[in-house]
């Protein structure tokens, strides 16, 4: 009964390709997010809905596409990946935008 | 947009000390000012927050102050434990609709003992 989760855990794949990470919560939250971890564990915030809704889009190139199929699940898509998309993307969720969030365990991304 | 500065990025103390990190913030407007611990391999997990109407919060060995007129908020963790060893960040946000937690950039703390 994990509260956010996301899948897969470990993503090694080749530049160029194109990548899914899959993410759900259970915790009956309205507002979901992405943030991204790089190597030097800074956390920055990529994207975050409210209700299905985009509300957050923070300068990130449009290879990155999120989608909201309901409000439970917050799914981010990457086109054409590049070395430097290397990183650990948290899904995270909050019952309001800007409070307290959940994180799920987080995925590393490998490309090479 | 919001900015947090976080020092130090690293800190080393002995088990039993105190360690003391500090975070400041650039938005007047933000009110909401959360810790989160992140162990090696793990996710970040909330240890203790605080709201811009209340100064200082204390949870057992854990304590946080806030001065909004210089717009800086610091954790406090006393008798610190081998187990406290993880990377701290500090986070603020409008805690409003579109708003979303922005994060220091981190503080290691290595306890040894």
């Known amino acids: 009964d994990t509260a956010v989760s996301q899948t897969p855990k470990y993503l090694v794949t080749q530049m160029g390709n194109d990548k899914s990470i899959k993410c759900e919560q259970n915790l009956g939250h309205d507002t979901m997010y992405w943030y991204k971890q790089d190597s030097k564990k800074f956390l920055k915030i990529m994207f975050s809905y409210n209700n299905k809704e985009l509300i957050i889009n923070e300068t990130v190139p449009n290879r990155f596409s999120p989608k909201s199929p309901d409000k439970a699940h917050l799914n981010l898509h990457i086109n054409s990946l590049e070395l430097g998309d290397s990183a650990v993307y948290f899904c995270?969720?909050?019952?309001?935008?800007?409070?307290?969030?959940?994180f799920g365990q987080g995925t590393r991304l490998t490309v090479v | 947009g919001e900015n947090v500065e976080q020092h130090p990025s690293t800190l080393s103390v002995q088990e039993g000390d105190s360690a003391v990190i500090k975070c400041t913030y650039s938005?007047?407007?933000?009110?909401?000012f959360p810790w989160y611990k992140q162990e090696l391999g793990k996710r970040p997990q909330l240890i203790i927050d605080i709201r811009s109407n209340v100064g200082e919060k204390k949870d057992q060995r854990i304590a946080v102050t806030l001065n909004k007129t210089a717009k800086h908020f610091s954790l406090h963790i006393t008798e610190t434990q081998p187990e406290d060893s993880a990377v701290y960040f500090c986070?603020?946000?409008?805690?409003?609709?579109?708003?979303?937690?922005?994060f220091g950039k981190g503080t290691t703390l290595s306890v040894s003992s």
């Open positions: 986070a603020a946000s409008w805690g409003q609709a579109g708003t979303a937690l922005i």
């Open positions: 938005d007047s407007a933000s009110n909401y």
């Open positions: 995270a969720s909050s019952q309001m935008e800007g409070t307290e969030a959940f």
